[in-house]
């Protein structure tokens, strides 16, 4: 998912009558899952690409040591 950052993706997991989707990052030492939501239309909603980004920006500084 290009339009989250670099390495993130989308998982989707099919579940009784709902479909799971789960937005991650790959990092070579971790998978950093960013959210786990359901929808049923096509396009993500803008809250959840801009909560994945600001997670993904926080676990970039987290692992930067620069708090």
Known sequence: MPGI???CHELRVTD????????NH???EAVVI??????K??????????????R???YRKA???KE
């Open 26 to 28: 790959l990092e070579s």
């Open 56 to 58: 993904l920006a926080a």
């Open 34 to 39: 960013l959210d786990v939501f359901t929808k």
């Open 16 to 23: 009784a009558d709902l479909t799971w989707r789960i937005v």
């Open 63 to 65: 692992i930067s040591g």
């Open 41 to 54: 239309t096509r396009a993500t909603p803008k809250a959840t690409i801009e909560n994945c980004q600001r």
């Open 5 to 7: 950052g670099a390495h």
